[in-house]
């Protein structure tokens, strides 16, 4: 399973585009890349996934390099209710039948600030 | 209905009680997950279900006991738990075997073994 690293916490104020990135130096061709968030006390929430390129949808963006050892997830104008933890993930989801699991990394907690 | 409900929200026992954490979905979703997250900490994947069979236990102590008794239900039994196993836990559901990456998360049973 391919580790990934974030950045362990980040501050915004509101209003601003956020953009935290995760590196993900051995991810596999089958890969796919996903972001959750997490207020306290409340399970994780899916964001967006992607495999390469740029995916948009209502809530963020991801962008990925061709080479897809990064990816990037970009908030544009957080609100105070946008503070939360927010984990990056990479894992093949058609490989379940032989392992394929969902392994949270330690996530990047979100401050934003008014 | 794209909800995850988990009952009791909270829960208080003792080392030598016998309980147990309910999850329901009605998306129709044939997956279904419990983790376990501590405090300042990313979940943790303890069981998954597919087609209501047991198909991933990540080598859980025997004192907790999953149960899926129909595709909408999922029960984790709990028994001679100790102080340590205090924590957040969580439930989820994705679609299917090739839709591990995108789940629906419940908010949890927020659980104290005194």
């Known amino acids: 399973l391919a580790k990934t690293t974030q950045p362990i916490s980040m501050d915004s104020y509101e209003g601003q585009e956020v953009n935290i990135t995760c590196s993900h130096n051995?991810?596999?061709?089958?890969?796919?890349i996903t972001w959750y968030q997490q207020f306290p006390s409340q399970g994780p929430r899916f964001i967006i996934q992607?495999?390469?390129t740029k995916v948009t949808n209502e809530v963020a963006s991801l962008f990925i390099p061709a080479d897809r050892k990064s990816s990037t997830l970009s908030l544009p104008r957080v609100s105070l209710s946008d503070t939360a933890v927010y984990y990056c993930?990479?894992?093949?989801?058609?490989?379940?039948?032989?392992?394929?699991?969902?392994?949270f990394g330690q996530g990047t907690e979100l401050s934003v600030k008014p | 209905d794209t909800e995850v409900t988990q009952t009791p929200k909270h829960l208080v026992m003792g080392m030598t009680n016998k309980k147990s954490l309910k999850c329901e979905q009605h998306?129709?979703?044939?997956?279904m997950y419990w983790y376990k997250q501590k405090a300042k900490k990313p979940p943790e994947l303890m069981f998954v279900?597919?087609?209501?069979?047991?198909?991933i236990n990540e080598s859980v102590p025997s004192r907790f006991s999953p149960e899926c008794p129909n595709s909408s239900l999922l029960n984790l039994h709990l028994h001679a738990l100790q102080p340590e196993d205090s924590a957040l836990y969580l439930c989820?559901?994705?679609?299917?075997?090739?839709?591990?990456?995108?789940?629906?998360f419940g908010p949890g049973t927020r659980l104290t073994v005194t």
């Open positions: 989820a559901s994705s679609q299917g075997t090739s839709d591990v990456n995108e789940q629906y």
């Open positions: 051995n991810i596999a061709t089958n890969d796919y």
């Open positions: 992607g495999y390469k």
């Open positions: 279900y597919s087609y209501e069979k047991l198909s």
């Open positions: 998306m129709g979703h044939r997956a």
């Open positions: 993930l990479v894992g093949d989801p058609g490989r379940y039948n032989q392992g394929g699991k969902l392994i």
